[in-house]
């Protein structure tokens, strides 16, 4: 059972929701967070604390680190086109079904196809079972997604649950070298246009460093072994430089083999100066090299999945888990040195509350209802276990941001979070209502709706707590009286539990005898005319005003007649 709100206790309750929310790394999280909604159920809030008991303790801050790594790894079934399955009539049907790659049962079909598979010993040994058809399409996620396994596997060394990235993780490494040369394929022209430039630089150097060595002595020798004709000695000299060049080619070629795993003779051998890469044998390289590296690919990924395939069961669990976690981070984050509330029966009670929304609060003490026999706070003596309280004191001396606070704490408290509190009791509820005070709101018509939530919340059965914050603002003080009290009544008759924030205090009181006052005690005014305020309400005890404040104030200030009609103004308050 859902616990009821009324649209101001929603709006708290929303607040609260996107304090956790703005803590999650991955936005996917988030609907975890739904099923935390407020309920009235005791059991379930039991429960929902145990859960939090025993998975809170495991959170460690860094924990969100690694959270906001991990992407979901999707494995998508494709149709792959550079492969073919060559199998026996028998298998055509239950093949083509797998819908994987193209299927025949002609050996002449698989011509041009890089990878020809077969279950008949025409290709590559393989079963029909889409991990030995394409175990590419299981393999290349978890390589794509190497941040996130490498994530899960920390998250499961700080969580204490060993994971099963780590295992992948060193079986994907046999794919590097694959990955590698891919890389390399792709940057082919670039490579070979590189090694071309280099090339055609270094014999630039030698030939020009040849040209010098010509010019002296040896030009002259040169010229005249010419003139006789003597071809074979100027052979010889221009020989001994094409051998270099020749090496230098031969050394470039090599260092491009290793890079990229085979054997090739790339520069033409006829034009030694400049060298240079007819286009139409870079495309044959590359066809060739594209072929090798998807046979090898393929023969990896096998091997890889092989090993893995046992363990991706466990691996999507762990990927689901990481919500979890992350909620559970974003939780632990925010409510880190909250406390669990006590079961309590009859109303709710909680000791140093510290509002979620006020920076630095004074925490605050209260009571509602049956006090708890440990709720130990000084002046709480008085409290008579009053399910209706009438909640005075000065202006800004912090009403409503009580009522704001014991609305937060009951939130939590049914959402089986814990609270901001030292020690908390609360009592499961049917609902809770919170009015705010209507700040633009005047006039008959504003009363008039006030009015109508005010009955409606009293309407009806159940467990109900009803926080209601200054009430009269939008009508006369006498006819407020009579309202609030009799209203008030109602609420006692059923049992209801009710904090109502009012500077009627004295009057109702006399009206309704089972109703306890307390007080928010301004504990004086600054020079600047400040509220000096104690948050902490006084039990039991009405709250003096700002005016009354004002006018001590005034009193201990002046002197002569003056003082003396401060001072018997002063008086009048004090008689009341
Ligand atoms: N426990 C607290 N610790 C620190 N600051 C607080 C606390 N409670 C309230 N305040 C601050 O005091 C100011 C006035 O609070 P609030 O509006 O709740 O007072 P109020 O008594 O309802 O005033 P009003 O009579 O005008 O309705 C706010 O700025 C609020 O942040």
Known sequence: MRLKLNPEAKTVYRSIQEEI?????????????????????????????????????????????????????KFRRDFLHDRILVVDESELERAEKLGLCEVTTEIEDTEGYPLV?????????VELVPSQIAPELYVMPLWENLETLKALAKIGELTGRESVAGEILRSLEGLREVMEKRKTLDDLEELIVEKERELNERISEKLERFSLTLSGKELLEFLSELKV????????????????????????????????????????????????????RVEMLREELEKELKVELYLRSREILEEVMPLLQRLKEELSAVHELDFLQAVKDFAGNFTFPKIHNGG??????????????????????????????????????????????????????LLELITQITLLA??????????????????????????????????????????????????????????????????????????????????????????????????LPFARVDGIEAQGLDENLNLIVDRQPAFGKLGRSTPELIVERLARKKRGKEREIFERVLRAFRER
């Open 229 to 280: 004709g003597n071809y074979e000695a100027i052979f010889s000299h221009f020989g001994e430089v094409e051998g270099e060049i020749l090496d230098l080619i031969n050394e470039a070629e090599n260092e491009l083999s290793e890079r990229i795993g085979i054997t090739i003779e790339l520069f033409s051998r006829e034009e030694l100066y400049p060298v240079s890469v007819p286009p139409e």
């Open 348 to 401: 709710i009670a909680f000791i140093n509350g510290r509002h979620l929304f006020i920076e630095n609060p004074q925490p605050v003490s209260y009571v509602v209802g049956r006090k708890p026999e440990s709720f130990d706070v000084p002046g709480s003596e008085v409290v008579k276990d009053e399910k209706v309280v009438i909640l005075t004191g000065a202006n800004s001396g912090g009403k409503t941001s």
């Open 21 to 73: 929310k703005r803590r999650l790394v991955l936005p996917e999280s988030a609907s975890l967070l739904d099923e935390f909604g407020p309920v009235s159920d005791r059991e379930e809030i039991l429960r929902r604390q145990a859960y939090f008991r025993g998975t809170l303790p495991w959170i460690r801050p860094e924990l969100k680190d690694y959270l906001s790594k991990v992407r979901h790894i």
């Open 117 to 125: 598979l077969s279950t008949a010993g025409y290709g590559i040994d």
């Open 414 to 511: 049914h959402m089986g979070f814990p609270v901001p509190a030292e020690k908390a009791w609360v009592e499961p509820l049917d609902e809770l209502f919170f009015f705010r005070r209507k700040r633009s709101a005047y006039g008959a018509g504003a009363f008039e709706t006030a009015l109508r939530s005010f009955v409606r919340a009293l309407r009806g059965e159940g467990r109900k707590l009803i926080l209601i914050d200054e009430f009269e603002a939008i009508t006369e003080p006498g006819a407020a009286v009579k309202i609030i009290g009799e209203l008030l009544k109602v609420a006692h008759e059923r049992g209801f539990h009710v904090v109502i924030v009012s500077h009627l205090g004295e009057d109702l009181k006399a009206e």
